[in-house]
């Protein structure tokens, strides 16, 4: 399955609320430190070093805490939102009142870094899969707080999105199933019964564990299958049996190490919680200089 | 120093905030595949069961959020708040509408992953530096939105929290140093300065880099002084300085590996910024079987 | 298309939310003339009843608009939600404090009225289909604030949802395909961006309004196509031309008069803007006494 | 009773809020396919065509949602607020980035056909009445959420308003005069505890359903009385009775055919439910082509 | 002017809005030395000592304070919302966990203070005034966020309320008319004005501060005149003019000295800044013991 | 203890939150007075009079709540924030739209008149200890929403602030002494407990009350120690016990008459809660005219 190259905006209203709440949450105004030590009229400026390799994700993120801080502050970056850096890059600059730069300083590393992990982590699983028909996505195991942000990081990551939450996708998991199965119906009937609760604008995806359920999966006509934690053959041959009827999603233990084993299994999507729930910090700092 | 081991309540008010977002964000309330396959009905009950050896935290944090998705789901943990688990190990179950658990499981784990994931790696920090009269701290390297959270996480792993944000604690980094010496002063007179600008509950701590400034530090009479980077002589030979002048706090690239010889350099206290900003997920599921 | 007869739960948080709003914009808690002159100890109680033909809505967020007011208040309806009342028919009763149960009458009402007037302009339709294979569903056409209440109100009508709003679902609709071919692209060719870039948990959904470009839609393989103002039998052509290969969607003009002809032309979704921007409000009143 | 022509200013903050509510109930600034389709660089422009004849209210709010989607939007409009259009009549046109004109465009139309629909029903009944001494006005049954702007749009359409809410207004209705007599009270006592009870910058205002309640309403000196569902001679002589001694109030099933006759028996001020609650909403349309 | 005696109910809303937003900010559920010091099962109770003489107002303000931070804590008053005190009388105690009544203990005495300020200083220009037919108010000098809670006070001390705020009362002062005038209006023209653009259920009161701007109040009908500025004599000599015609309000330089004075001069209203924004808090304390 | 001259900058957000709510609160944008007599065109200025002597605070409050109204408004001041007024001086002027000045006056004039009473207190209070090296503090008895405003106000009257709140310091008061007393724990092992249990950036203050408490504070290695209601002969032999070893602060019972004794007794800080609870608005008017 293609994937779109183009990075969405991030909406401004829920940027404008998530970093206005994280300066108030650091106390950014009510900086002591800096209020009895930095007069309001001493400038200073200041630079992005990177002091890992990966992918810068967060520019604009970065720049509304230091807007929202001060307008005074200007920022030029001297590269692309999701472009790579090696370490000992500096990618971009400040200037502007110093305290107002040392205030808003952690906010936007906080930002940064997190994103730009995220970021890094996509691209190392996207790179891994580079030239096969296979779209590398996120799951729903995101930050609390934090989900538009992180989602937006996977695609400047080169990755895509799956459902935004609950509400605007239908994942029929294994525990749907098992209900459904407690009531007397079998697969084909449980996906009828989503088809007939959901709005039409949504397909149906439905998670099985089996070639059987495949089988049944296809009989009931889904729209999507995931398949669950199965091994690279038993992958294969699902995939092949759906191929031309029904996506199919790949997901559970895909590893830097794994993912072209699974891409090359033949399915269309392939889903990953940890580029989310535990990438790594990308280490960026912010080295200030009196003006 | 040394540190109290009593667990902190968490801020019922924060908790039920971060905890309703965290639903709202993930369509809790909307979640049309169960709406269309789960008859509220039928009933259902899980097992929590850990994948991961570590110590969990966030047990009142799931409480609440399937408190919140429907109070008729009844939930007991049997372990407490802190303690370790083995993988495959069961350590809670909850019973109740299976609608209701199913479309609030999400959002339990994803809290209760991220804080046992803090809380574990806080833990192996604690234990590495056992006997040893330091504390472990953490810093402002947090998740945005999470940071209460965070810090109980640390708490529940052993650690102690450092100041909460700008507004309640006075640190004066290099940044603040440098402007301060553009204006003319020296360390000491910069203490004084932050010591004169700032409420008289508040210790004063700086920053310093060098022995030199340590011995600086000293003459200005800070309360606290971080050592920012040593390498461990350096670290050791400030700390006998400061001794009974100051509490010392080192900072900067502690790991696993490295923390108990900082620790054996004498300083009070350790901060680390990964136990927040990168630590990994502890990993958790909620199995479900109807009821 | 079939559609679930299942009424879904009105998400718990949104309708505390816009209750509580509702009170305060009417100064439920302030009600000057009920304060001087109806003290807290006088009770009441009173009858709902039913004014005009309908089928009733909201029986839910009367319920909880009570309940904010005044917990005392007791409230039982002798009908479920859904069902049809007849002009003069009693369908519910409640008792408390009289101060109480004036000051919330009118929230109360604004709401139920308004509900059930959607409710029962959608069973209308509904009925006017009944035994075809057609889902009658709601557009974005709804009340600023009042949504999730309104796409509630047609489903208890027999109704069935289309997207909630533009993050949810896709819908090309002509600007799209306008803007697509100013750049160049034809039919198959957006479709097939639109694909690119969203969720693979979403359909792709397409407005035409010739046969010309129902032929271009099912070239590019659109999962639906919204047959957007055509007469009954280039609808009923471009119908059977899309099927078993995508759904059909009628939009546009449709009335209680000829629906049931739209509907024979073989389509297998009828969408409705009038039934949320312009039902009429189903006549209620509340008839109290004195305890 | 006369009435001022002026339409009052929108409250900006409430504007602001209801605006911005509604942009993310339709999720703005998610659009799925809009994003998917349109490149932040492509240009649009389109006008405001009515296809219904009507009074056109709501331009500052249309205006406020295209500012909230991008600052970039330039829009136009060449009629003024409360003109008259007729079909096929273009009133506006609007420049900008494609993309955000599409995706503003439905909050835009909500608000703007459904106060237009307020103000031309309300204008329908003020033109009724002209060149008598007769002010037309709204009252409670609102859309929940919306009293602020559906009031506006009263003003727009030539009427007036009647109180805000309960408590910027003395209204003893039937059920207030129950609790009163089942206290042992008269109508003249009634009055005197309301307006003890209240602050002195408000009138009392009492309904009545007969003509001896009048009596008694002019008997307690109120200064405000409602004939609710009277006929028209009833009221007509309750009008004569006061005339001089209190305003009067007709309430209840007027329409556009009896409402002249009402006016002509003398009443100083007319309410209408129905110009909020049921009002068509005007058919409004933004025909888009590419810059 | 009587006024009813009867103290209004506080909205429950506001009052709970108002109690969080006040333990938040004093960071109640963060008291790190209660946290430190006072384990969650040690009890304490306390009881409620007045040190001052005067009017206690705000008993259902602390009782809300005490249950939103612990449900455990039960709390008794032995007076009535509205009793005098004298020094050294308690009037109430409250038992619980003692760490719960330490971290809420503050906010609590803070509203039950400045409440109970108020309540005294109006019971006192109150009881200047006993016997005569005048209603004694308060003004808009309210403190900005406590407005709904000090008009609460202002009647628990025996006073009445002017308007809410400038929506729910109509208000002509001084500069009003020099506007009017540069328009070329009188003043029985602007009253006419103001009454043409208002709702019909407000009464006009405008200020006057000479004899012959009385003259001309009584001329358009005013329906109260505020009598702002003048002597006991001016004042006499209007209230003369306007008995039987409009309310007077008599404002402006009250005090406990004048007070009486001022009342039979024979106004039906006399209206004091004082008692809201400089009111001294009555001394008010929380003697707490370990259980 | 010296302390710094230098006035902090307001947190802008939480300036803006201030403002805005009290401006909704007194319903500015819906005056209906001026509304009805106050064309859209027609202009005003005005000027800000001192009618009491004292310190000016919160012309930066005033001047964001005419510019929340109108950003047509222009407003200059002819003093600084603190600078001395004298009764009859003109302080500012400004000019704009008449109604938009009508309409925002008291809620400017409100925040005025209470931050330079509190400012006016607290210069009465520091003026009183000229030339002694003492510290005139706050405390938390300030006004509930407020306290950021009235803190700002006392830096602007020339003290200093004590902690913010209750998470912001360490503050052992007696209840908490007796709660640890109740648990077998002396003094210095309560002061061992807190500083186990808070941060370290937080200094560690205990309040005592006799002679003998103070040495156990000493004993304990208090940071500071509060002496409570102390008599100047016991607080001056305590000061001089703790000199070198903890700073000193002075509560309880000081005014105007005695706080130069106090402070002469030796304390390094003297902390007042009238100045917050019970300062008296200062006289301040807006003398508005026609442009």
Do not use: C
Request: proline share 4%; hydrophobic share 45%.
């Amino acid at each position: 399955m293609t994937n779109s190259t183009q990075i969405p905006p991030l909406d401004p209203d829920a940027l404008r609320n998530v970093v206005w709440s994280a300066l108030e949450e650091d106390g950014a105004f009510r900086d002591v430190t800096t209020q009895a030590l930095v007069p309001p009229d001493q400038r200073g400026r200041g630079v992005f070093l990177a002091k890992d390799a990966g992918v810068i994700a967060g520019l604009p993120v970065a720049a509304t805490a230091f807007a929202a801080i001060d307008e005074e502050i200007t920022l030029r970056f001297s590269i692309d939102e999701g472009d790579w850096v090696e370490p000992g890059q500096v990618f971009g600059e400040l200037e502007g009142p110093l305290g107002s730069i040392l205030s808003g300083e952690r906010v936007a590393l906080n930002f940064l870094q997190r994103l730009s992990g995220t970021a890094t982590a996509t691209r190392a699983l996207v790179d891994a899969v580079a030239g096969l028909p296979v779209r590398v996505v996120d799951t729903r195991k995101t930050t609390p707080g934090l989900r538009t942000l992180e989602r937006y990081a996977v695609r400047v990551g080169g990755g895509a999105n799956h459902r935004y939450n609950l509400a605007d996708g239908i994942l029929i998991k294994d525990n749907h199933i098992a209900a459904g199965r407690a009531r007397g119906l079998d697969i084909p009937q449980i996906i009828a019964a989503a088809r007939a609760g959901a709005p039409h604008t949504l397909r149906v995806e439905i998670e099985v564990t089996t070639y059987a359920e495949a089988e049944e999966a296809l009989a009931g006509a889904a729209d999507v299958v995931l398949l669950d934690n199965m091994n690279v053959e038993e992958m294969a041959r699902a995939a092949r049996l759906l191929k031309g009827h029904a996506l199919t999603e790949a997901s559970g233990g895909v590893t830097i190490a794994n993912i072209r084993a699974v891409a090359e299994a033949g399915v269309d999507i392939i889903s990953s919680g940890s580029i989310t729930h535990s990438a790594k910090a990308l280490d960026i700092s912010l080295d200030i200089e009196n003006a």
